[in-house]
């Protein structure tokens, strides 16, 4: 029935996608239904408004679009630039890079600006090119919010600032496809154009959804954007908003009522409250690999991710053979290293729907694998470090006070 | 719970999406994965050599994309022609208009062979472009097998001996997005270089995915094809085969698992059964449109569609009334009639998982909607006529026997 | 998968286990939980209360056991009763059968009532015994409301009318296993001391929960009642109810769910919306039987079942061959005649969750099946004549107009 | 649309209902069917054949009764015993007391053999009792397996023992409800004569089929036996398993397709293997209660129970308390104390379809408890005896090796 069975929950905690709460896997399962009726448009309606709540914007419009977040990074790019259009990118790990390679491929005329991976995009040259680009050549700044292959959080609050402190028009676009709905994410405050996420991460929904949000001045942009697109050209999806009909080919029906029951349950614990659970999950997780004696692949605090960690192991291991482990002995999913970290880092993904026993099984399945591969971990010790914490930070749950 | 609930079951004919039987909705009622891990690849690859028989092809190359039709019919275009090209397409209702739009808007140089709506391709005029064309200026054929808005199904077989006797080299992309796994269709045998249908259609699956497949050809036409395109890059599905991991990003996990169980159905039922079942399904229905005095949208028997029939309704009748009506009154869902044909006709759908008492339930609702509208039908005389051909016809459920 | 697949939807129109409702399918898709949380008493306290509301009662006691119609049987009768007492009971089909057997097996003193099948239960004699027993020695009258072997609606309100005519303090007992929540019934204003029916009927359950509901006088009489009772005594509900936890053994967490998930929809489409409904597929079968020229089992129209129809077949037609070739070529689950009606009479049942064209379909299958099996029916003539009557009575659906 | 919802997973470690494993989620996720159809019958006879296995048995006769354990324990009595029957019964903690209270309501004469909580059956009793039973008054011997208030197990082989050695013909009665399926159980082996469980222990699935196995003997013993029994009659049965139809009354269609499915993971896993991941799991939680130095309730190693642990807390904490905020904090199911060790003793069910990770959540979540509650326990110290024990003992997963 299933492939490669095995006794009790499997323990996902790669950094996506993530665990579907029992509500939304029970939301989701339904026939299909005419697209065309008035129920979808009276519900998608309701997603249209309610999903930029998890932007933080009031002034963005956002397009549900069936694909991933590598279509969601096309929609992005394609409806608000041209080729040959110059662009600011930065390169701090494999989803970053995987960006780049898609700008351009698009025909983009990128300046990445590399950091060594475990570091934070260098904002620092940013301001340089930006101080430098007078006659406004740079179109836009790319930036993943956080990446997910070393788990650096980058700095947008800052970006923002360097942008208005030189006066500089850039389009500001965002990935935020494991940050938004897990992580501080305020796309009007920091003058965000276009910011996106896929279903699969924060929202803790199947693959399906790429969701990206324009601000007003990227939809202007979309008038002079030369670049080929029809697939996820969003004049399509406005045109359709207009009609109140909403969809320019056919959605997911399945997904549409998911992401009605995800956004419920967000609701219900609170946006704030959810990015505070991240950050008690992120910081134990922390206390636990410090406890281990091993070093995150992060390089400073300022850059520490709240939704996944990349723990770099000793050179005598093989961090492959941590995950490998993980599948076979204890069916505990853990993220693999990738490229240049390949070997060297394995990651736990501590973002979506999840709770601080979850991940503290995940953490004694660790310690048990890392002894497994021959290093010399004190079993409990991760544990112990990251109870001490969350004994001290986990609050009541509301529901049932 | 629902948005505008009504007692029973809805009665889904629209021509997608379509019903989803039990077993595949039980397959897909499941949390993620990680699909880095060895079960995701070790399906996939039962997947990508199952779903070559539903194209008759074993020298295909089938790409299972997260995208919908339309995101399909790009890839198709983007991956084999190269701006400027000059293909020829048939525009014979609204969803080859849609795919010429952007044919068109992916700037290709696109020769529109019109047909009245209700009557297929002019493959006349394609055989005078053949004939014509002796440099072999045309790159591609694009054609629609069959066309959902008004019930048409085109002659594939001859539209490949037409370039066999021109000897001409052009590929021939063809929509099977309402035909495949319905409809007679042989990839290989009419020499079909990109064919292409989604989830949501006779697969019986929730929309999510977009199955493309190509011929050696197309493979080969990838190498020269200048159009820009990433996230529909097949290329990057080829590297993920050769590397066993099969992703370049993240499928959804659910549809997977949903599109194994419907192959598995779909086998078990036999292919040639399931055309055979869409044959009787699409003749009953016929036969009742003629007992209820009504016309087919399609003017010729040797274009009738076993997918979907457009029915044409009197004058001093507004189609979507009917739709309407289905929907508030009788918990059935029609088709409307679309662009040209709006208001003149309404669709019945029969294709994906259902049965002949299924679709009587469904020819008995739209008599009583006809009487509602103030057509003079006589109740029960489609269902009379459906009945008398069927009950001759049905043969026994082979595993009941 | 599946045993003995056939594509398409299984049509079921056994007079139950009936057609669940998506949204109910949905709400027991879960895992199990502590029954001894808070969640799980604070939703059986709602249950309790809502459940009354369909057998019509403000002053009934509701006990919602984990067993099945017979389970349910049992409980009626060993909670308010003591072996030897005498109790009149009506024979008039299989069911009121099976429930007199179960009387005499528990060692009651039953005077049996006897009907033809086919007709309902005899009140003039339940006239003279109560005239007659002056000395009131019958403690309890044991009636079926609705019979579903034969399709026989009994009396209730006349069965009341004449113990109150006689003042006899017997105890009313009333099987409303296929009325309660499809057929009016009225427990309160018909002085009905235990009132039972089951989750698979017109709840669109699973098979489960047996409900049965207990007068005032009902519970007075359980301090006497000398059965031997432990799983179905009601005294361990009754100290549950007290303590607030409200189960003395473990439920079904799922059915609870469910159950609370087929009240929400009960209530939104309204009971007397729901009896109507009834009244209407009642009506439409028994005139499509008609125009098929065949007999209702049922002889008066007094007696007709709005809930379940078993249709006479002629001599030379075995009645289980229909429903075998249901199965076998339509995917069409019909019910058998059963005992002293087998092989003569088919059934079919139309409660629950169901609408009209579901019916229609089914009716439509009926016929071919009759042609099947050599019955000279006019195909179409059935659904015509249900349809005629259909058209004009089907309301608007309320949350769609 | 949950009851007090909390984000993350439920904690599921009461000691049943147990978590649900999600093939058996699936399997159950259905409308309902026509049991009389000959699907039903066909799966049912593989689930008698398959449910005996798990039982170890090759000469019993299982009965899948809709009901719970308590209708199950009636079921096991009424069918071999008589009113008045002496009995020798065995309490030594609350489930064995209810079975206690429900022989005497069922007027059986009942030698109650009383230990103290914590402690096993007194089996030097038994023997007494044995020996000086010459004429054989003693008709039965009721003793529950695995004592789930206590987490006792009791030694079944040593009774079957004292029986042989005394010749003594009495039935040896068996509540295997915390045990079969999840600890070393033998019915043939031992000379069970009635064996029961619950579908919501051991096997994984929701509450509702109460499984009884019956030994030659027993069967033998319903001839006899005068106790008044329909619903729970075995006889009822052994006549619809002759007729090939199998069911008195209606079954649960889910239930049986979900311990379908159920039984196939058990086959799967293998269940000298699922008794060794059981034996893994309590003797995991075992290490930890004393890493907390507290104590367990079971006062010998030799009743140490490998489905449930019975921990017990010092005089200044209050145990419920501890149930109540792994709810309320933790999203945390605990077992509570019941009856004379309420307050005393919070219980760690492990027991089912679990997982060593899953277990290891629970152990830190219980540490963080016992800090809220003011035992001076240290954090990660159970969480790391437990990981030192299974760090070196926990297989690879067959599937995946």
Redo the contacts between chains.
Sequence with gaps: ????????????F?P????????V????????????????P??TKTLLEDVKKIFKTTTGTPFMI??????A??SALTNTLS?GDRIVSFLIGQFSLLWI??QQ???FNVDVVESEWGRGANLDVLAEKLAADRTHTIKAICIVHNETATGVTNNLATVRKLLDHYGHPALLLVDGVSSICALDFRMDEWGVDVALT?S?KALSL???IGIVCASPKALEATKTAK???????WNDYLKFYKLGTFW????????LYGLR?AL??IF??GLDN?IE?HSRLGKATRLAVEAWGLKNCTQKEEWFSDTVTAVLVPPYIDSSEIVKRG???????LG?GLNKVAGKVFRIGHLG??????????L??V??IL??VGYPV????G???A??Y??NN????P???
Tied chains: 1, 2, 3, 4.
């Excluded at 069936?66 to 279509?71: D, F, K, L, R």
């Excluded at 320019?248 to 997904?255: V, W």
């Excluded at 729907?353 to 099984?361: F, I, P, V, Y």
């Design positions: 029935m299933d492939y490669f069975y095995a006794p009790g929950r499997n323990h996902l790669v996506g996608p993530v665990n579907i709460p029992e509500p896997i029970r939301a989701m399962n339904r026939n299909n239904e005419d697209y065309r009726s008035p129920a979808i009276a519900m069936p694909t991933t977040g590598t279509g990074w096309e080729p390679d898609q491929r698009l025909k896929g699969q199947p693959t399906g670049s080929v697109r029809v697939f996820f050209d320019p080919y056919t959605p997911s029906i399945q997904l029951a419920d349950l219900e614990e959810i659970r599948w076979k002995r204890y069916n505990l999913s693999l729907n999840l709770n601080e026993l979850q991940l503290l099984g995940c004694a399945g310690e048990m002894k497994d004190k079993l409990g010790s544990v112990a470090a109870s001490a969350l004994q986990i609050p009541m749950i529901s049932r006070i």
